[in-house]
């Protein structure tokens, strides 16, 4: 998929690129990827938040499972995208077709300063913080071990696609075995007894399910790897379907090993559930075994986030002059090396800005939250906008139930963004602050076009 000409965003740059993203990924390594994505360090953090909002064993379950069908009906409209529009820029594209260059940049921007490098730091400070546990480092640990983590990933992806996505397939795999030893573990403990905690007022359902979509978060990575998947008219959906049911599955289970072993009323008041439970059953050994698979975990999302954002930062460096430097994909190693290594300077800032706060995981959790969910949801906005706009594109495989499909996904996205203004602090609002920083640099541009 060579691009011989490349016209800038707003700009004048023209240049000629020899190679280009290549058809490499399998639906293996594409469904290894997204599980790998969205498995990360939400599974052992949020399950008890939302048992504190339940009111019974089934409620806890029904809620991870509605989180499973909300996921679906996300992917079903990002299948279509994906599929009719396959490029590396996955969202950028979309957004731009749909919106304009402007509000594509803005995107673009956006997952380059807050979403994409927001989500690498925050999963590299909960990295650290059980790789601590298993051997500290001095006082500033965690942050020593997740700058550690975003340098030596980024490195395996910089020396070439094979490396990373071999590395990926065995962290996902390792990830899933040690997940399925635990829910083993814990179906066969001998029930907890806890009595169960009281109802909760209404509307604690909606913010149950603002952790449980957190924990799902990660599978429209998908829609970037779209140029590299081998028979993309296919396998763009069988790996969202395959890695939806896989996650749906796991998140049941671990959820009922975690309601058997702990209890409703214990899990729920529990600061580390997954540790609490090993703990009650094997002691020491079993937290300490926990604290690695969830080294394990995180680096594979890690991983994954680093494979898949240095993708938007290529197709933005294609059409976008200040950024043109980002726009050169390496033939061998088949890879976007510029894009990584300026994708891992923003990372390691922010993780530098955690330390400083002291409160590395929380503050980075508020920095994306409110401007994912905006562009989710906007993104959701550009798949009406194109069947209306472009009904004449062939499209390999089309939402069911449009437009109901596309419409209840949008406003799920909306609630969301509603619901992460509200309960985050004051890191949402220097998060927001980073993307409208972008603005500027479009009204210069277009001065300096101007003047030209």
Known sequence: MSRPENHSLLGQVTTTEVAAPKQSLTLSDAVALIVGIVIGAGIFQTPALV?????????????????????????????????????????????????????AFLFAWARMTVIQTGSIALLAFVFGDYASEIWRLGAFSPSVYAAGAIAVLTAL????????????????????????????????ATPNSAAPIESTSSGSWGLAMVFVLLSYGGWNEAAYISAEIQNRQRNILRSLLWSIGIITTIYLAINLAYLRGLGLAN????????????????????????????????LGAINATIFTGARTNYALGQDFSLFSFMGRWQQR?????????????????????????????ETMVDYTAPVFWFFFFLSGISLLVLRKREPEILRPFSVPFYPITP???????????????????VGAIVGVLVVAAGIPLLIWNRYRQGRA
Not at 80 to 97: C, F, I, Q, S
Not at 159 to 171: E, F, R
């Open 157 to 188: 992806n910089i020396i070439g696609l094979q490396q990373g996505k071999w590395t990926q397939n065995l962290l996902t795999v390792a990830k899933v075995l040690g997940l399925l030893l635990v829910v083993i573990i814990g179906l066969t």
């Open 267 to 298: 899990m729920a008041t529990s600061e580390a559930v997954a540790a609490d439970l090993m703990r009650s059953l094997w002691g020491t050994p079993g937290a300490l075994f926990i604290s690695i698979l969830i080294a394990i975990a995180t």
């Open 333 to 361: 190693p088949s890879t976007p090396s510029q894009a990584l290594l300026l994708q891992a300077a923003i990372a390691l800032a922010l993780v530098l800005l955690g330390t400083l706060t002291r409160k590395g995981f």
């Open 407 to 425: 419409l209840l996904f949008c406003a799920v996205c909306g609630y969301l963004l509603y619901s992460s203004l509200v309960y985050t602090n």
């Open 51 to 103: 048992a504190a909002q339940a009111g019974s064993d089934l409620a806890v379950l029904l809620f991870w499972l509605a989180g499973g069908v909300v996921s679906l009906i996300g992917a079903l409209c990002y299948a279509e995208l994906a599929t009719t529009y396959p490029d590396v820029g996955g969202v950028y594209y979309y957004l731009k077709r749909a919106f304009g260059r402007r509000v």
